[in-house]
């Protein structure tokens, strides 16, 4: 057995995830309208297939893509689809993307071809993979990149890593699952198994949730025991608890002790990664035929009456599922999708919970908006020391504030995890995390806009070269019709003359 | 003899620079290019040159400052004197100011569209689709935002207006730090 290694960086944090365990997880009522936005995924949005007027049943595809990194989004509850239009979606920024709503019936009936399948054992991993796509699963740990596009590599996977860290202070939907359904994971892990044909499948659960490590390794000892598939390669790998310990680069390093390369995926050396959630979503899919409608969300927050994991329907808006936790205590209070960490402010209550969606974070504003005052860098090299993917947050910021692009391009700038470490250990209290976003999104405008200065270069000098070319042609049509006139009047007085020279001679 | 040396190693130099000359002979102007890329490409004659490698081209021969270019900005200005070693000038007033603010592009009311041609034919990067008496469209991905088919151009009134680009997950920004600092010390 491998001993862990440790990766570079990282800070310790304080948990708060006890907020949340204490009650077992509940259901949030069916809501009276569904938002559903169309790109709830990371690649291409679905396109939908349904029009306004129609009836749904839960499950029922509503928007779908033909690109491979894509992924289709079903109803989540029967009903008729009252708009396709758009609504603000759950991100910073409070910008408005299409969406597809349901005004739910109440009656939450599945679609009729969704059914129990008797025979998993027997199915291809091609089958496997085809109906994991159809069912719309991406990445639940936050990143959502679809998970068919992970279980097509091109090389051989020596390691299944199964994500149940859960590293982000408050966030306890992971430990949930992993608590109250062991037995589903290990079953998605057994057919991702049949997928991928990895030497070995290894279970990385952060060792504050001996819970939860309890739960997974007595369902593994069961597994056995009953002999119900061969669980003798899987084993559960406690690992520390230091923050960012489940970032998919981080844990692949402490567990193989493998860099993934610089823009690229874990499969290159060898590795597939994928959340606990995602892989109790695929035995839903395979074995109860059912796609991704719904998924644990960790209601917190001092602010929250009753903090606690819900399972709730994707389009629910937030406001219905803070409602069914006991409402909120405050008047003014942050709402945050995700953790304290690298969580984004909700524009507002109306969003709907997405597949993203693991945490709502309630905080009241005294915790989380008074900033402290921003003193100047004393070039200390804290920020360096915490940051796991060895960047230089420092040289970063510099060059972030003056908007050295070249510079910012040199010192990886696009590495950058936004995990949020080296503004929680810089004694200037320099929120140099907001300074990676804004440098990051400043770059990428510098790239559209000199991209598109290049097009316009182009089409300006084709503009010139055909003016030119029509200026050439025009100057020669008329220079060949005077040739032409010239010809035909020499021609004239050629015929005159020989006209003439007859009537001479007859005369 | 001594002068003789002279003479034979001059003349010697002589070719070889006149052979050098000939053979790594430049195209153009190197620099032109160079200012041209750090151009914003609206090819909107702002600047008062028809585009913006006449205005390139004229930097580059000491006809006009580097201070001409609304739709570059202050950034852009500052990009040229770094290129060219200058020092950075305020833009120029007279050229016009530089907007802040979401980028433009041109939309064509097809009510009131007469089908001129006028604009088809002012566009700088063809991007404005058409013919005589057919309604015209803006291809609204290559346009520019640089005005030239706005009114008196256009005959008609309200017929070209500029309109903001749409911000999109995409192109939206994340707001500046610095903005932030400075308003909490306010």
Known sequence: MKSLIRFRGGVKLPGFKSLSTKSPIQKTPLPSRLILPLRQHIGESANPVVEIGDYVYKGQIIADSNSFVSAPIHASSSGKIINIGPYTIPHQSGIAETCIVIETDGKDQWHPNIKQCDVPGSLSADQIRKKIKQAGIVGLGGAVFPSSAKLKPTREIDTLIINGVECEPY??????????????????????????????????????????????????????????????????????????????????????????????????????????????????????????????????????????????????????????????????????MGGPMMGQVLPDTGVPVVKATNCLLVKTPEKSKKQPVQLPCIRCGACANACPMQLLPQQLYWHARGKHFEKLNHYNLTDCIECGCCSVVCPSKIPLVHYFRFAKTEMREHEVKSKFADQSRLRMLARDARLERIKKEQEERKARRKAEREKKKAANQKQKQISESPKASSG | MA??????????????????????????DPIVEKIDALLPQTQCGQCGYPGCRPYAEAIASDEAEINQCPPGGEAGVQSLADLLGRDPLPLNPEN??????????????????????????????????????????????????????????????ECIVMRPVEQTIKTWKWNNPETLKESEAA
């Not at chain 1, 991928?196 to 069961?222: D, G």
């Not at chain 2, 002068?3 to 153009?28: D, H, M, N, Q, S």
Request: proline share 6%.
């Open chain 1, 171 to 336: 966030i306890t939907c992971d430990d949930a699952l992993m608590r109250t359904k062991a037995d589903e994971i290990i079953h998605g892990i057994l057919l991702l198994r049949r997928v991928l044909n990895p030497i070995e499948c290894v279970i990385a659960i952060e060792n504050n949730k001996p819970e939860a490590i309890k739960a997974v390794r007595s369902t593994l000892a069961r597994f056995k025991e009953e002999n119900i598939g061969s669980v003798n390669t899987i084993r559960v790998v406690p690992v520390p608890t230091i923050f960012p310990a489940g970032g998919e680069k981080q844990l692949i390093k402490q567990i193989c002790n493998k860099e993934v390369p610089q823009h690229g995926l874990p499969y290159e050396v060898g590795v597939v990664c994928l959340n606990v959630g995602t892989t109790a979503a695929i035995y839903d899919c395979i074995y109860q035929g059912r796609p991704l409608v719904s998924r644990l969300v960790t209601i917190t927050g001092e602010a929250v009456n009753h903090p606690a994991n819900y399972q709730v329907l994707i389009g629910t808006p937030v406001e219905d599922v803070l409602a069914a936790a006991g409402g909120v205590q405050a008047s003014k209070v942050d709402f945050i």
């Open chain 2, 96 to 157: 016009g100011v530089a907007e802040e603010g979401p980028s433009m592009v041109a939309v064509i009311n097809e009510a009131t569209c007469i089908g001129c041609t006028k604009c088809v034919q002012i566009c700088p990067v063809d991007a404005i689709a058409g013919a005589a008496k057919h309604i015209h469209n803006v291809l609204d991905a290559y346009c520019t935002g640089c005005e030239l088919c706005l009114p008196p151009l256009c005959p008609v009134d």
């Open chain 2, 3 to 28: 002068i003789l040396i002279l003479t034979l190693l001059a003349l010697v130099f002589g070719l070889g620079l006149g052979y050098t000359a000939i053979r790594f002979k430049v195209e153009g």
